[in-house]
């Protein structure tokens, strides 16, 4: 679980993180991580964004109902025991490290079938225009759940916290009376983006699943997954590079509309090694600006200077996340990414900047990117990525 009392559960993308850490320690500790989300998979590929332990009654109600299929009995009831939502697709590069730290050929063997299973659900169903960006159907599935970079998408005009919740609950309200149908959600609704960051972690994870089709030998696989990543940069590159902002946006509903909020989304290409040299290099740029991304404590999930930026994520006393605060997932992203393309020094200064702050305040779920203070979660798992850095 990402943290004891505030997340009690199985999410996703928090697991290929624990799992990536585990694997320095501990390799097959890390690989039942990993199952713990396999074990889960959707009858049409899908793994789904949380795994619920438990269900009881106050379970069912307090958390993520409306992001569950039911079951036709019952409103609250879900079949099986998760959401029916993705979050990042990082599964991939999380098997690639634990397989090479130790789990080796077993357990590529075991986890390739289902691997594979879920990058093809990707491709297939959540790429409706065929452009070869998958399209995330809220913005709790694109794992920075309250990121300005939805306001446009849902409507919302205000920072004010009710306007916010409504708006952002909307969606998934009628992803959940579609019972969560991709194809009508789809056909009926506008709210989807394609989403930059969900995008480069698409493409970085089918870069790991071609390695590994092609060390299980699996010729035809590694070609496909090889060639959708090729599709992904491209796609990117031509779709939603923005000249203006001099970064990537999210493109909103079917007529993909331009995203136009700096959020951490927009450098997220940098983990993908064939960016061109020039656009990461621009990207770099960003992360040395004091105005945008540079900030005291890299690397803000919002610029500073965009008017949505909160330092703490707290609005009139509710808390908001990914709203400004920094978080050790985008930064270890970051990080491997500078790294990739030249940028040691800048990727160093953000690992020793990480490494500060969560000596000083110990793992925590987010950091103020003006003071280093520790916000939201405390002893949260995904922090320790730090050491991976
Ligand atoms: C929040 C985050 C999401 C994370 C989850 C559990 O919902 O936005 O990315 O997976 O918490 O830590």
Known sequence: MPAVRDYPFQWFWDSCFHAIVWSRFDPERAADELRG?????????????????????????RWHHLESRTDGRLPFHRTPHTTAQMQPP??????????????GDAFLTESLPALERYYRYLAALRDPDGDALVSVVSQFESG?????????????????????????????????????DLETIFRRFRHHQEDVLVNAVYGQGLRALARLAERAGREATARWAARTADEVTAALLERSWDERLRLFVNLAGPDERRARVKTVHGLMPL????????????????????RTFGAPYPVPSVALDEPTFIPDHRVRGFRFIWRGPLSMNTNWFLVHGLRGHGFDG???????????????GGFNEFYDPLSGRPVGARVFGWATLVVDM
């Open 90 to 103: 990082v599964i991939a590069q999380a098997v690639e490290r634990v397989v090479h730290a130790g789990a």
């Open 346 to 360: 800048l990727a160093e200064r953000i690992a020793e900047r990480s490494r500060a702050i969560v000596e000083r």
């Open 37 to 61: 989300l396999l074990a889960a998979q959707d009858e049409d590929g899908l793994l789904p964004h949380v795994v619920f332990w438990k269900d009881d009654l106050v379970s069912r109600l």
């Open 271 to 290: 983990i993908l090694p064939d960016l061109p040299p020039e656009i990461a290099a621009t990207l770099a740029g960003h992360l040395d600006d004091p």
């Open 144 to 180: 920075l759940d309250f990121s300005p970079a939805y306001d446009g998408s849902v409507g919302a005009r205000t920072v004010h916290p009710l306007e916010l919740f409504l708006r952002t609950r909307l969606p998934q309200l009628r992803n959940k009376l579609a019972n969560y």
